[in-house]
């Protein structure tokens, strides 16, 4: 069990780092939606690149945030009925919930494998004229994202299933 907290420790960190990545892209985001704001209300045109770099900025955002949520505790849960389970039965719960999500994760990566291998062999980009040619990448973040949020699904059972066994 010290081995397997320790990796669960490890995979923390590897969160904690692509944490820090979403925070270092959502300000970026922020100057860009307002670069695009300015540019379409003050100038009176934005570019299609700048305004399709938005969404090719949110991807990884949103896709690497969910998973620093559920390292933070920050996900949503049904506190009026989790908060009235004992410790032991909440930490059942944790542990059963978490390993779904990870057999969730792993579905969502085995089912867009197909999507992200066909634009990577075409390497794929936008249709708009003056859009982004690196759509390719946006889509490869999906089993990335996924494959960190099943890890630190694992991580997350590993410490509920530490818990159960007395090893807080």
């Keep these: 069990m010290t081995r397997a907290l320790a990796v669960a420790d490890a995979i923390d960190m590897v969160t904690r780092i692509a944490g820090r990545i979403a925070a270092a892209l959502l300000l970026a985001l922020i100057a860009l939606v307002f670069f695009n704001v300015f540019g379409r209300y003050v100038v009176g045109a934005s570019p299609v690149w700048a305004q399709e770099l938005e969404w090719h900025v949110m991807a990884p955002i ?4 969910v998973t620093v949520l559920l390292l933070e505790g920050g996900h949503v849960r049904v506190d009026m009925l989790y908060d009235k389970l004992p410790g032991r039965a909440q930490h059942m719960l944790d542990l059963v919930s978490m390993l779904i999500g990870a057999v969730i994760a792993v579905l969502f990566i085995k089912y867009s ?8 062999s075409i390497r794929e980009g936008s249709p708009d004229p003056g ?14 994202g996924f494959g960190l949020f099943a890890l630190q699904c694992l991580a997350n059972a590993v410490r509920h299933a530490a818990a159960l066994r007395g090893r807080a």
């Design 62 to 65: 949103a896709l690497l945030g």
């Design 113 to 120: 494998y197909g999507f992200v291998d066909s634009a990577w």
């Design 131 to 144: 859009g982004l040619p690196g759509r390719y990448v946006v889509k490869a973040m999906i089993p990335v």
